[in-house]
């Protein structure tokens, strides 16, 4: 009966032994789930990340959009030499001088050249709204600077006419000229900038 006893008291502490064996073989399986899970979770939030930067970078940035200011200097010089022809009694020619100071005038307070991210587009007031179609050839008066073929600023000192030469309107290519009503530093930087150098005027590469 004793020795009974004993053998159960010796294998108690033996079986004890093997579930605490047993439990702790659980808990380092269970750990190690979790560790794998965890490397697993940040591969896949590094590669993520990774993929979003690659993103970001590639994305192409989009430039501001331009709006010279308006300049009044030559309607102003014209209702000027108008004024100066009138003093002197040369009516005749008076006229078509002041005419054409008031019309410019009258652009310089609404018309405007919108520079954006891939075209010159004109339009009218500060709310700057669709001017409509071109009345000479036709067409939205709107060019993507990829089809200008050719500008020029005349004259750089002091800004009388701008010029450009595109190939959107038609493949031959269409002419265009807009007096200078804007601030010519800022109008030539612009068209610079967005439609490259000058063939004759502007800046050399």
């Known amino acids: 009966m004793d020795s009974a006893l004993l053998s159960a008291l010796r294998y108690l502490p033996s079986q004890n032994r093997d579930f605490g064996g047993e439990l702790r073989n659980f808990q380092s399986s269970f750990c190690g789930k979790l560790i794998i899970n965890r490397s697993f979770m940040s591969r896949h939030y590094s590669i993520r990340r990774d993929s979003s930067t690659i993103a970001s970078l590639g994305k192409k940035t989009k430039k501001q959009t331009v709006i010279p200011d308006p300049d009044y200097r030559i309607p102003v010089v014209l209702l000027a030499t108008a004024g100066g022809l009138i003093y002197t009694n040369n009516l005749l020619p008076a006229a078509p001088v002041g005419l054409l100071g008031l019309l410019l005038l009258f652009q310089t307070t609404r018309v405007r050249f919108v520079f954006d991210d891939e075209a010159l587009e004109v339009k009218v007031s500060d709310q700057l709204e669709e001017s409509g179609e071109n009345v000479f050839v036709g067409g939205k008066n709107r ?63």
Not at 162 to 186: A, C, D, L, M, S
């Open 143 to 205: 060019w993507k600077y990829s089809t200008f073929v050719n500008w020029e600023l005349w004259w750089p000192n002091f800004p009388i006419l701008v010029y450009f030469k595109e190939v959107q309107t038609k493949p031959e290519g269409q002419v265009h000229f807009f007096p200078v009503i804007f601030n010519g530093r800022q109008l030539y930087d612009i068209m610079v900038e967005r439609a490259g150098p000058s063939k004759t005027s502007g800046p050399k590469e």
